[in-house]
Protein backbone atom coordinates (compact mmCIF):
# COMPACT_ATOMS: atom_id res chain seq x y z
CA UNK A 1 0.00 0.00 0.00
CA UNK A 2 2.85 2.54 -0.44
CA UNK A 3 3.58 2.68 -3.69
CA UNK A 4 1.45 3.89 -5.39
CA UNK A 5 0.60 7.28 -3.67
CA UNK A 6 1.13 9.58 -5.95
CA UNK A 7 -0.43 8.27 -9.31
CA UNK A 8 -3.61 8.93 -11.07
CA UNK A 9 -5.97 6.24 -10.65
CA UNK A 10 -6.76 4.27 -13.68
CA UNK A 11 -10.03 5.84 -14.67
CA UNK A 12 -10.95 2.90 -17.72
CA UNK A 13 -14.02 2.36 -15.06
CA UNK A 14 -15.52 5.63 -15.86
CA UNK A 15 -15.58 5.00 -19.38
CA UNK A 16 -18.46 3.13 -20.33
CA UNK A 17 -21.51 2.58 -18.81
CA UNK A 18 -22.64 -0.94 -17.10
CA UNK A 19 -23.80 -3.35 -19.66
CA UNK A 20 -26.80 -4.58 -18.26
CA UNK A 21 -29.01 -2.03 -16.77
CA UNK A 22 -31.10 -4.27 -14.55
CA UNK A 23 -32.71 -2.44 -12.11
CA UNK A 24 -31.66 -3.14 -8.43
CA UNK A 25 -32.60 -0.57 -6.51
CA UNK A 26 -35.20 2.20 -7.00
CA UNK A 27 -35.51 5.34 -4.91
CA UNK A 28 -38.55 6.50 -5.82
CA UNK A 29 -39.64 9.74 -5.30
CA UNK A 30 -38.11 9.57 -1.40
CA UNK A 31 -38.91 12.45 1.09
CA UNK A 32 -38.00 12.12 4.45
CA UNK A 33 -38.62 14.96 7.05
CA UNK A 34 -37.38 15.43 10.53
CA UNK A 35 -39.62 17.51 11.85
CA UNK A 36 -38.96 21.31 10.13
CA UNK A 37 -35.79 19.60 8.56
CA UNK A 38 -36.39 17.81 4.89
CA UNK A 39 -33.58 15.65 4.97
CA UNK A 40 -34.20 14.47 1.19
CA UNK A 41 -36.77 16.14 -0.99
CA UNK A 42 -38.43 14.34 -4.16
CA UNK A 43 -35.26 11.83 -4.62
CA UNK A 44 -35.47 10.19 -7.65
CA UNK A 45 -32.55 7.62 -9.12
CA UNK A 46 -31.79 3.57 -10.08
CA UNK A 47 -29.08 1.84 -9.13
CA UNK A 48 -28.67 -0.89 -11.63
CA UNK A 49 -26.80 -4.48 -10.86
CA UNK A 50 -23.30 -4.76 -11.07
CA UNK A 51 -22.37 -1.15 -10.97
CA UNK A 52 -20.28 1.47 -8.61
CA UNK A 53 -22.71 4.00 -7.97
CA UNK A 54 -21.47 7.34 -6.33
CA UNK A 55 -23.88 9.30 -3.95
CA UNK A 56 -21.55 12.34 -3.28
CA UNK A 57 -22.42 16.01 -2.09
CA UNK A 58 -21.79 18.60 0.49
CA UNK A 59 -22.11 18.37 4.51
CA UNK A 60 -25.55 17.65 4.83
CA UNK A 61 -26.88 16.94 1.67
CA UNK A 62 -28.67 13.68 2.87
CA UNK A 63 -26.63 11.11 1.55
CA UNK A 64 -26.62 9.40 5.40
CA UNK A 65 -30.08 9.89 5.56
CA UNK A 66 -30.20 8.24 2.42
CA UNK A 67 -28.59 4.83 3.22
CA UNK A 68 -30.30 5.25 6.56
CA UNK A 69 -33.61 4.79 4.28
CA UNK A 70 -32.30 1.91 2.27
CA UNK A 71 -31.53 -0.31 5.07
CA UNK A 72 -34.47 0.62 7.39
CA UNK A 73 -33.27 2.94 9.46
CA UNK A 74 -35.64 5.63 9.09
CA UNK A 75 -39.12 5.26 6.82
CA UNK A 76 -39.61 7.84 3.97
CA UNK A 77 -42.17 10.61 4.58
CA UNK A 78 -43.43 10.01 1.20
CA UNK A 79 -41.95 7.84 -1.58
CA UNK A 80 -40.78 4.31 -1.23
CA UNK A 81 -38.17 2.33 -1.75
CA UNK A 82 -37.38 -1.06 -3.71
CA UNK A 83 -35.05 -3.44 -3.96
CA UNK A 84 -35.18 -5.93 -6.77
CA UNK A 85 -38.44 -4.70 -7.07
CA UNK A 86 -39.75 -5.11 -3.39
CA UNK A 87 -40.51 -2.98 -1.10
CA UNK A 88 -37.92 -1.85 1.80
CA UNK A 89 -39.32 1.11 2.95
CA UNK A 90 -40.24 0.59 7.10
CA UNK A 91 -39.25 -3.15 6.94
CA UNK A 92 -36.93 -4.37 9.55
CA UNK A 93 -33.31 -3.80 9.76
CA UNK A 94 -32.69 -7.46 9.83
CA UNK A 95 -35.26 -8.35 7.00
CA UNK A 96 -33.27 -5.83 4.33
CA UNK A 97 -30.01 -7.39 5.55
CA UNK A 98 -31.39 -10.68 4.55
CA UNK A 99 -32.90 -9.30 1.58
CA UNK A 100 -29.10 -8.75 0.33
CA UNK A 101 -28.66 -5.32 1.22
CA UNK A 102 -25.10 -4.35 3.65
CA UNK A 103 -23.85 -1.32 5.05
CA UNK A 104 -20.75 0.10 6.62
CA UNK A 105 -20.70 3.17 8.77
CA UNK A 106 -19.72 6.72 8.96
CA UNK A 107 -18.14 6.07 12.19
CA UNK A 108 -16.30 2.73 12.48
CA UNK A 109 -18.97 0.20 14.71
CA UNK A 110 -17.01 -3.44 15.31
CA UNK A 111 -16.63 -5.65 18.26
CA UNK A 112 -13.40 -4.32 19.60
CA UNK A 113 -13.22 -6.74 22.27
CA UNK A 114 -13.77 -9.83 19.70
CA UNK A 115 -11.29 -10.74 16.95
CA UNK A 116 -11.31 -9.91 13.59
CA UNK A 117 -12.38 -13.70 12.67
CA UNK A 118 -15.23 -13.45 15.15
CA UNK A 119 -16.27 -9.70 13.90
CA UNK A 120 -16.85 -11.18 10.27
CA UNK A 121 -18.97 -13.75 12.01
CA UNK A 122 -21.49 -11.74 13.43
CA UNK A 123 -21.41 -10.65 10.02
CA UNK A 124 -22.22 -14.46 8.71
CA UNK A 125 -24.80 -14.87 11.59
CA UNK A 126 -27.45 -12.91 9.42
CA UNK A 127 -27.89 -16.33 7.30
CA UNK A 128 -27.77 -18.78 9.22
CA UNK A 129 -30.84 -20.88 9.75
CA UNK A 130 -29.30 -22.93 13.24
CA UNK A 131 -32.65 -22.48 15.47
CA UNK A 132 -32.16 -21.99 18.80
CA UNK A 133 -32.50 -25.64 20.38
CA UNK A 134 -30.06 -26.25 17.58
CA UNK A 135 -27.70 -23.48 18.58
CA UNK A 136 -28.23 -24.47 22.71
CA UNK A 137 -27.98 -27.96 22.21
CA UNK A 138 -24.66 -27.80 19.60
CA UNK A 139 -26.79 -30.51 16.85
CA UNK A 140 -24.90 -31.27 13.85
CA UNK A 141 -26.26 -28.29 12.09
CA UNK A 142 -24.91 -25.89 14.31
CA UNK A 143 -21.21 -26.94 14.25
CA UNK A 144 -21.63 -26.88 10.53
CA UNK A 145 -22.51 -23.64 10.09
CA UNK A 146 -20.05 -22.73 12.44
CA UNK A 147 -17.50 -24.15 10.62
CA UNK A 148 -18.37 -23.17 7.27
CA UNK A 149 -19.17 -19.29 8.84
CA UNK A 150 -15.28 -19.78 10.08
CA UNK A 151 -14.20 -21.18 6.75
CA UNK A 152 -15.75 -17.99 5.09
CA UNK A 153 -14.25 -15.57 7.73
CA UNK A 154 -11.11 -16.40 6.89
CA UNK A 155 -11.33 -15.75 3.14
CA UNK A 156 -13.09 -12.99 3.56
CA UNK A 157 -10.49 -11.59 5.88
CA UNK A 158 -7.66 -12.41 3.17
CA UNK A 159 -9.74 -10.88 0.57
CA UNK A 160 -9.94 -7.91 2.18
CA UNK A 161 -5.60 -8.00 3.21
CA UNK A 162 -5.64 -8.53 6.50
CA UNK A 163 -3.18 -11.09 7.70
CA UNK A 164 -4.15 -11.66 11.99
CA UNK A 165 -7.74 -12.95 12.17
CA UNK A 166 -6.82 -14.06 15.86
CA UNK A 167 -5.95 -10.08 16.44
CA UNK A 168 -8.53 -8.05 18.79
CA UNK A 169 -9.99 -5.58 16.66
CA UNK A 170 -9.16 -2.74 18.92
CA UNK A 171 -5.50 -3.95 17.86
CA UNK A 172 -5.54 -3.43 14.26
CA UNK A 173 -4.61 -0.52 12.43
CA UNK A 174 -6.94 1.98 11.67
CA UNK A 175 -7.53 1.12 7.61
CA UNK A 176 -7.86 -2.82 8.95
CA UNK A 177 -10.18 -1.62 11.13
CA UNK A 178 -12.36 0.22 8.15
CA UNK A 179 -11.21 -2.68 6.24
CA UNK A 180 -12.59 -5.32 8.53
CA UNK A 181 -15.81 -3.43 8.49
CA UNK A 182 -16.11 -4.30 4.89
CA UNK A 183 -15.57 -7.96 5.39
CA UNK A 184 -18.00 -7.87 8.40
CA UNK A 185 -20.69 -6.48 5.67
CA UNK A 186 -19.42 -8.83 3.11
CA UNK A 187 -20.23 -12.01 5.47
CA UNK A 188 -24.06 -11.59 4.93
CA UNK A 189 -23.39 -12.52 1.67
CA UNK A 190 -25.01 -8.98 0.12
CA UNK A 191 -26.01 -8.41 -3.40
CA UNK A 192 -25.71 -4.43 -2.48
CA UNK A 193 -22.83 -3.23 -0.65
CA UNK A 194 -23.57 0.50 0.64
CA UNK A 195 -19.92 2.13 2.05
CA UNK A 196 -20.84 5.31 3.88
CA UNK A 197 -17.11 7.75 3.42
CA UNK A 198 -14.91 4.38 3.72
CA UNK A 199 -12.02 6.64 2.64
CA UNK A 200 -12.26 8.72 6.19
CA UNK A 201 -8.91 9.40 7.24
CA UNK A 202 -7.16 7.43 4.81
CA UNK A 203 -3.93 8.45 3.32
CA UNK A 204 -3.17 8.50 -0.76
CA UNK A 205 -1.71 4.92 -0.66
CA UNK A 206 -4.93 3.66 1.51
CA UNK A 207 -7.13 5.34 -0.63
CA UNK A 208 -5.46 3.73 -4.05
CA UNK A 209 -5.74 0.45 -2.29
CA UNK A 210 -9.58 0.86 -0.92
CA UNK A 211 -10.40 1.34 -4.70
CA UNK A 212 -8.54 -2.03 -5.97
CA UNK A 213 -10.88 -3.48 -3.25
CA UNK A 214 -14.03 -1.77 -4.32
CA UNK A 215 -13.74 -2.78 -7.66
CA UNK A 216 -12.85 -6.00 -6.56
CA UNK A 217 -15.37 -6.46 -4.87
CA UNK A 218 -17.51 -5.44 -7.96
CA UNK A 219 -15.80 -7.96 -9.86
CA UNK A 220 -17.42 -10.51 -7.32
CA UNK A 221 -20.70 -9.58 -8.86
CA UNK A 222 -22.12 -6.71 -5.96
CA UNK A 223 -23.23 -4.17 -6.81
CA UNK A 224 -21.51 -0.78 -4.63
CA UNK A 225 -23.05 2.12 -3.68
CA UNK A 226 -20.76 5.00 -2.37
CA UNK A 227 -20.66 7.98 -0.21
CA UNK A 228 -17.34 9.69 -0.52
CA UNK A 229 -16.03 13.51 0.06
CA UNK A 230 -12.47 12.42 -1.40
CA UNK A 231 -13.36 13.62 -4.92
CA UNK A 232 -10.41 11.62 -6.88
CA UNK A 233 -11.87 8.23 -5.24
CA UNK A 234 -14.93 8.54 -5.98
CA UNK A 235 -13.96 10.20 -10.25
CA UNK A 236 -11.48 7.07 -9.89
CA UNK A 237 -13.82 4.09 -9.11
CA UNK A 238 -17.56 5.12 -9.95
CA UNK A 239 -19.59 4.05 -13.23
CA UNK A 240 -22.20 6.74 -12.20
CA UNK A 241 -22.55 9.21 -10.04
CA UNK A 242 -25.92 10.93 -8.04
CA UNK A 243 -25.79 14.29 -6.30
CA UNK A 244 -27.38 15.64 -3.57
CA UNK A 245 -27.52 19.17 -1.95
CA UNK A 246 -29.63 20.39 0.89
CA UNK A 247 -32.02 17.22 0.16
CA UNK A 248 -32.21 17.40 -3.65
CA UNK A 249 -30.98 15.52 -6.26
CA UNK A 250 -29.19 18.03 -8.41
CA UNK A 251 -27.37 16.29 -11.09
CA UNK A 252 -26.42 12.24 -12.13
CA UNK A 253 -24.59 10.83 -14.59
CA UNK A 254 -20.98 9.56 -16.05
CA UNK A 255 -18.24 11.02 -13.13
CA UNK A 256 -17.22 13.47 -15.95
CA UNK A 257 -20.11 14.92 -16.91
CA UNK A 258 -20.70 15.66 -13.27
CA UNK A 259 -17.83 17.00 -12.28
CA UNK A 260 -18.15 19.51 -15.06
CA UNK A 261 -21.89 20.50 -13.97
CA UNK A 262 -21.94 24.00 -13.32
CA UNK A 263 -24.47 22.95 -10.34
CA UNK A 264 -22.07 20.62 -8.94
CA UNK A 265 -18.96 22.77 -9.31
CA UNK A 266 -21.66 25.84 -7.53
CA UNK A 267 -22.43 23.39 -4.68
CA UNK A 268 -19.32 22.61 -3.54
CA UNK A 269 -17.82 26.08 -3.58
CA UNK A 270 -21.00 27.27 -2.69
CA UNK A 271 -21.72 30.05 -5.30
CA UNK A 272 -25.20 30.17 -6.56
CA UNK A 273 -25.45 28.22 -9.90
CA UNK A 274 -25.72 31.13 -12.49
CA UNK A 275 -21.99 33.03 -10.79
CA UNK A 276 -20.75 29.36 -11.25
N1 LIG B 1 -32.02 12.04 13.09
C1 LIG B 1 -32.07 13.28 12.62
N2 LIG B 1 -32.84 14.23 13.20
C2 LIG B 1 -32.92 15.48 12.72
N3 LIG B 1 -32.24 15.91 11.65
C3 LIG B 1 -31.44 15.03 11.02
C4 LIG B 1 -31.32 13.67 11.47
N4 LIG B 1 -30.44 13.03 10.64
C5 LIG B 1 -30.06 13.93 9.73
N5 LIG B 1 -30.65 15.14 9.96
C6 LIG B 1 -30.50 16.36 9.16
O1 LIG B 1 -30.77 16.00 7.81
C7 LIG B 1 -29.88 16.69 6.94
C8 LIG B 1 -29.11 15.66 6.11
O2 LIG B 1 -28.15 15.00 6.95
P1 LIG B 1 -27.24 13.79 6.46
O3 LIG B 1 -26.48 13.30 7.64
O4 LIG B 1 -28.06 12.80 5.72
O5 LIG B 1 -26.28 14.52 5.44
P2 LIG B 1 -24.95 13.97 4.76
O6 LIG B 1 -25.04 14.37 3.31
O7 LIG B 1 -24.77 12.53 5.04
O8 LIG B 1 -23.84 14.85 5.48
P3 LIG B 1 -22.30 14.52 5.85
O9 LIG B 1 -21.55 14.52 4.56
O10 LIG B 1 -21.92 15.66 6.72
O11 LIG B 1 -22.29 13.20 6.55
C9 LIG B 1 -29.01 17.55 7.79
O12 LIG B 1 -29.58 18.84 7.84
C10 LIG B 1 -29.08 16.90 9.16
O13 LIG B 1 -28.87 17.83 10.18
Not at 20 to 38: C, N, S
Not at 133 to 138: D, K, M, W
Request: glycine share 8%; with cysteine.
Amino acid sequence: MTDTADKAPDTTATDTPPPQREALLEVDHVTLRFGGVVALNDVNFTLYKGEILGLIGPNGAGKTTCFNAMTGVYTPTQGEIRFRGERVSGRARHKITQLGIARTFQNIRLFPEMTALENVMVGADAHHKTSVPSALFRLPRFWKEERSGRDRAHDLLRFVSIERPGELARNLSYGEQRRLEIARALATSPTLLCLDEPAAGFNPAEKDALLKLIRKIRDTGVTVLLIEHDMRLVMGVTDRIVVLEFGKKIAEGLPAEVRDNPAVIAAYLGVPTDAA
